[in-house]
C-alpha cells in the first residue's frame, strides 16, 4: 500500500481552506489529494493529473470517497504537470490557488512486476509511465551505443561506473540481451562484483539503498523525460496559471530533482521562498515509510 510522503509537511504548507482551487500535478494514487479535498470544501475544486493510467484508476477511487459532499468536487487527467496549462485551458479555468507536486515514485508501481521499475520485477523493463508515448528502457538498452547508454547512467543517475555497465550491456546483446528489471539487476551486479549481503564499492555505499539505485533512476528519468519536464514547468507553466499568492509545493528525491527546484525557485524574482530550508521526514517517518528518507519539501508563493 503506497503511503503519501510528507502528508502533514503538505497539508501545512499548502495552507488549505475552504473554496480554494487546487492542482495536484502527480496525483498518484491519491494519498495527498484525499486529504487535501475535503480541506477545501465547502466550494474548493481538485484537479488531479498523472502520466501513468494505472495511478488514477486509483485515485479516482480513493477520491471518490474522501469528501462527503456529492459530487465529488474533482476531476482527473491523464497529462503531466508539464501541460497543466493546457489541461486548465479545457477546463476553462486561467488561474489556481495551490500546486502540489511529489516526484517519487508509487509504491504500487515499484509493486507493479510488469512495469520494471522495481529491481525484482519479472516482466518487460518498461518503466514509462505512459507506454502509449515514448521508448521502452529495454529498447534504449538493446539500440543505444555504449557511448548513449554512459551518458545516461551518468548525467542521470550520476552512476561512477558507467563506462562498465554500458560496455557490458552493449557487449551481451547477442547471448544475454536485459530484457527485464532482474536482467539489469543481474548485470550490475556481476559489474560491481558484488554478491547479496556483501559490501559495496566505493561510490555505492548510500545505506539502505540497492546497488541497482542510480542505474534505474537514470533509466526512469531517461526514458520519461522527467528533468526537461521538470525545468519546463518551473520555467514557463507555473508561473503562468499560480495566481499572485498562491502557493506551490514541490517534493524531490534526488540531488538532480533538488538543485533544479532550487535554483529555479531562487533564480526567479516572481517567487517568495516560504521554507528556506528544504523539509525533509522525521526519523519516525524515516521508520514507517524507508521510501521517505530522501525526500525534501519546499514551498514558495506567487508575488
Same mark, same amino acid.
Given at each position: 500500500?503506497?503511503?503519501?510522503?510528507?502528508?502533514?509537511?503538505?497539508?501545512?504548507?499548502?495552507?488549505?481552506?475552504?473554496?480554494?482551487?487546487?492542482?495536484?500535478?502527480?496525483?498518484?494514487? =491519491?494519498?495527498?489529494?484525499?486529504?487535501?479535498?475535503?480541506?477545501?470544501?465547502?466550494?474548493?475544486?481538485?484537479?488531479?493529473?498523472?502520466? !501513468?493510467?494505472?495511478?488514477? #484508476?486509483?485515485?479516482?477511487?480513493?477520491?471518490?470517497?474522501?469528501?462527503?459532499?456529492?459530487?465529488?468536487?474533482?476531476?482527473?487527467?491523464?497529462?503531466s504537470?508539464?501541460d497543466?496549462?493546457?489541461?486548465?485551458?479545457?477546463?476553462?479555468?486561467?488561474?489556481?490557488?495551490?500546486?502540489?507536486?511529489?516526484?517519487?515514485?508509487?509504491?504500487?508501481?515499484?509493486?507493479?512486476?510488469e512495469r520494471?521499475?522495481?529491481?525484482d520485477?519479472?516482466?518487460?523493463? !518498461?518503466?514509462?509511465?505512459?507506454?502509449?508515448?515514448?521508448?521502452? #528502457?529495454?529498447?534504449f538498452?538493446?539500440? #543505444?551505443?555504449?557511448?548513449?547508454?554512459?551518458?545516461?547512467?551518468?548525467?542521470? =543517475?550520476?552512476?561512477?561506473?558507467? !563506462?562498465?555497465?554500458?560496455?557490458?550491456?552493449?557487449?551481451?546483446?547477442?547471448? !544475454?540481451?536485459?530484457?527485464?528489471?532482474?536482467?539489469?539487476?543481474?548485470?550490475?551486479?556481476?559489474?560491481?562484483?558484488?554478491r547479496?549481503?556483501?559490501?559495496?564499492?566505493?561510490?555505492?555505499?548510500?545505506?539502505?539503498?540497492?546497488? #541497482?539505485?542510480?542505474?534505474?533512476?537514470?533509466?526512469?528519468?531517461?526514458?520519461?523525460?522527467?528533468?526537461?519536464?521538470?525545468?519546463?514547468?518551473?520555467?514557463?507553466?507555473?508561473?503562468?496559471?499560480?495566481?499572485? =499568492?498562491?502557493?506551490?509545493?514541490?517534493?524531490?528525491?534526488?540531488?538532480?530533482?533538488?538543485?533544479?527546484?532550487?535554483?529555479?525557485?531562487?533564480?526567479?524574482?516572481?517567487?517568495?521562498?516560504?521554507?528556506?530550508?528544504?523539509? =525533509?521526514?522525521?526519523?519516525?517517518?524515516?521508520?514507517?515509510?524507508?521510501?521517505?528518507?530522501?525526500?525534501?519539501?519546499?514551498?514558495?508563493?506567487?508575488?
Amino acid at each position: 500500500m503506497h503511503i503519501p510522503v510528507l502528508l502533514h509537511e503538505v497539508l501545512d504548507q499548502l495552507d488549505l481552506r475552504p473554496g480554494l482551487t487546487v492542482v495536484d500535478g502527480t496525483v498518484g494514487a =491519491g494519498g495527498h489529494s484525499s486529504k487535501i479535498l475535503p480541506r477545501i470544501q465547502p466550494g474548493g475544486r481538485l484537479i488531479g493529473l498523472d502520466r !501513468d493510467p494505472m495511478m488514477l #484508476a486509483f485515485a479516482q477511487e480513493k477520491l471518490a470517497t474522501s469528501s462527503p459532499l456529492p459530487p465529488a468536487p474533482f476531476s482527473l487527467h491523464q497529462s503531466s504537470y508539464a501541460d497543466l496549462a493546457e489541461v486548465m485551458k479545457a477546463q476553462g479555468l486561467l488561474h489556481i490557488d495551490r500546486l502540489l507536486v511529489d516526484l517519487g515514485l508509487s509504491s504500487d508501481q515499484l509493486a507493479d512486476r510488469e512495469r520494471g521499475f522495481g529491481f525484482d520485477a519479472g516482466g518487460p523493463l !518498461d518503466m514509462r509511465f505512459d507506454t502509449r508515448a515514448g521508448v521502452s #528502457a529495454a529498447e534504449f538498452l538493446h539500440t #543505444a551505443s555504449s557511448e548513449e547508454i554512459a551518458r545516461v547512467f551518468r548525467d542521470w =543517475g550520476e552512476e561512477p561506473a558507467a !563506462d562498465k555497465l554500458a560496455q557490458a550491456i552493449v557487449g551481451g546483446r547477442r547471448l !544475454d540481451p536485459v530484457k527485464t528489471a532482474a536482467d539489469l539487476v543481474r548485470v550490475v551486479e556481476r559489474v560491481l562484483k558484488i554478491r547479496s549481503g556483501t559490501d559495496l564499492p566505493v561510490g555505492h555505499r548510500t545505506p539502505g539503498s540497492h546497488p #541497482a539505485t542510480r542505474v534505474f533512476q537514470a533509466l526512469r528519468i531517461h526514458v520519461n523525460h522527467e528533468l526537461d519536464q521538470l525545468t519546463h514547468f518551473l520555467e514557463t507553466t507555473l508561473p503562468a496559471v499560480l495566481s499572485p =499568492g498562491g502557493r506551490a509545493v514541490v517534493i524531490t528525491f534526488h540531488s538532480l530533482e533538488d538543485r533544479i527546484v532550487k535554483q529555479a525557485f531562487r533564480n526567479s524574482t516572481i517567487w517568495d521562498m516560504v521554507t528556506r530550508k528544504p523539509i =525533509g521526514p522525521s526519523p519516525t517517518e524515516v521508520r514507517l515509510n524507508p521510501r521517505s528518507r530522501s525526500a525534501k519539501l519546499r514551498c514558495v508563493t506567487r508575488k
